[in-house]
C-alpha cells in the first residue's frame, strides 16, 4: 500500500501472440489511461507482433518480453509466473492482467486508470466484470477501429456469462493466472468489485477455482468493466483456431455458435462510452503511424491477416469450423 499523498502505482501486462493488426490501437489506448508502465510477453509470433512490440519499446511506450513457455504450464500462467518475479513490477502498487482483445473501460471520473485506484481504496483485489461486445453483424474484417466498429453489447450484468479480470496489489500474491491472482501473503485479503463492495475472497486461495462465481448482488459495471471483444467479426473470431488461445488449447471454443461464441456474441445494447477518448486515441494512432517502422508492419500484418483468412477461412472450412444450432427444448 501507499502511503501519505503520494500517488499508487499502476501496472498493465499482457500476453499475446499474432495479435498484430489490432496491437496498436489496444497499446495506444492503454497508454492514454495513465498506467505507469506496460508490459507485454510474446511467444511464437509469426505476424510481426513481436517486432512491433520491440519497436515500441524502442519509442520507450512499453515493455516488451519474450515469455519463457515455462515447462508444463501453459503460456498465460508461463508468463504470469515470471512477470511477478521482476523487480519493477513488485515496486508497482497495482497490476491489471488482460487480453489483447480486452480493453479497461473506466466510468469513474475522468476515465483514467487513477480514478479507478481511488475506488479500489486499501482493497487487494478489484474484480473488473467483463462487458461482452458481439460482431455488430459483421462476417469480414477490412481494417479500422475495433472500438469504433463493435460497439453492440450486452444491456446490462447478467450471471450466466458473468466473468471478471482482475486488478490486483502484486506484492500480495504469489502467483497469478489469468482471471485473478492466487497464493495471498497474507491470510486477511480484500476482494471487492467495481463498485468497491467486499466479497467472498475464497477464489483468490484456492488453486483450482479460476472464476470467482460471484452472486448475482455482487455482479457490478459501476465505475469500470472490461469491454471484451472475443468475437470482433465472425472471421476474426474462426482465424483463432489457428492461432490456438492463451492456454495452450485446442477445442472447439472459437467455432461459429459454439456455447463460447454465443455467449459472448452480443449485441442486444448499444454501449460507446469507451469513445470518450476518441480524440486523444486518433492521436496517439496518428503519432505510432507517423513512425515509418510501425506503418510498415501495421500494413503488413493487416494485409497478411487477409491473404491468410482468404486461404484458410474456405467455405468448408467455415462449415467445418461451424457447431450445431443448439437443439430447442420443448
Known amino acids: 500500500m501507499t502511503g501519505g499523498s503520494t500517488m499508487p502505482t499502476s501496472g498493465l501486462v499482457s500476453c499475446m501472440r499474432n495479435e498484430a493488426p489490432f496491437l496498436l490501437e489496444w497499446v495506444a489506448y492503454h497508454s492514454l489511461l495513465g498506467f505507469d508502465r506496460i508490459f507485454v510477453y510474446t511467444n511464437a509470433c509469426t505476424d510481426g507482433t513481436d517486432l512491433m512490440l520491440e519497436r515500441l519499446q524502442q519509442m520507450g511506450v512499453l515493455t516488451h518480453l519474450h515469455n519463457p513457455m515455462s515447462k508444463g504450464l501453459g503460456p498465460q500462467e508461463s508468463a504470469m509466473q515470471h512477470f511477478l518475479s521482476l523487480d519493477d513490477v513488485q515496486q508497482l502498487d497495482w497490476v491489471l492482467h488482460i487480453d489483447a482483445d480486452e480493453f479497461l473501460n473506466v466510468q469513474a471520473g475522468q476515465g483514467r486508470i487513477a480514478d479507478l485506484l481511488a475506488v479500489a481504496g486499501s482493497a487487494d483485489v478489484m474484480a473488473l466484470m467483463w462487458r461482452p461486445f458481439g460482431n455488430n453483424g459483421l462476417t469480414r474484417w477490412t481494417g479500422g477501429s475495433v472500438l469504433d466498429t463493435f460497439t453492440a453489447t450486452q444491456a446490462r450484468p447478467r450471471a450466466p456469462n458473468a466473468q471478471h479480470k482482475s486488478l490486483f496489489r502484486p506484492r500480495s500474491f504469489g502467483a497469478a493466472i489469468d482471471h485473478m491472482p492466487k497464493e495471498p501473503l497474507s491470510g486477511d485479503v480484500c476482494l471487492v468489485n467495481s463498485a468497491g463492495v467486499t466479497c467472498d475472497p475464497?477464489?483468490?486461495?484456492?488453486?483450482?477455482?479460476?472464476?470467482?462465481?460471484?452472486?448475482?448482488?455482487?455482479?457490478?459495471?459501476?465505475?469500470?468493466?472490461?469491454?471484451?471483444?472475443?468475437?470482433?467479426?465472425?472471421?476474426?473470431?474462426?482465424?483463432?483456431?489457428?492461432?490456438?488461445?492463451?492456454?495452450?488449447?485446442?477445442?472447439?471454443?472459437?467455432?461459429?455458435?459454439?456455447?463460447?461464441?454465443?455467449?459472448?456474441?452480443?449485441?442486444?445494447?448499444?454501449?460507446?462510452?469507451?469513445?470518450?477518448?476518441r480524440d486523444a486515441l486518433n492521436a496517439r494512432m496518428t503519432e505510432f503511424m507517423a513512425d515509418p517502422v510501425l506503418d510498415f508492419l501495421q500494413t503488413q500484418a493487416l494485409s497478411a491477416f487477409i491473404r491468410t483468412r482468404d486461404r484458410v477461412l474456405t467455405p468448408e472450412r467455415i462449415a467445418e469450423w461451424t457447431a450445431p444450432e443448439p437443439v430447442a427444448q420443448g
Request: no cysteine.
Open 202 to 277: 475464497r477464489a483468490l486461495f484456492s488453486r483450482h477455482q479460476a472464476r470467482y462465481r460471484m452472486p448475482v448482488e455482487n455482479l457490478s459495471w459501476d465505475n469500470a468493466y472490461i469491454n471484451h471483444y472475443a468475437i470482433r467479426s465472425d472471421d476474426i473470431f474462426l482465424m483463432k483456431n489457428v492461432r490456438g488461445d492463451g492456454m495452450g488449447r485446442v477445442s472447439e471454443k472459437y467455432f461459429l455458435n459454439s456455447k463460447f461464441y454465443r455467449r459472448q456474441n452480443k449485441n442486444g445494447g448499444q454501449d460507446t462510452s469507451i469513445l470518450r477518448h
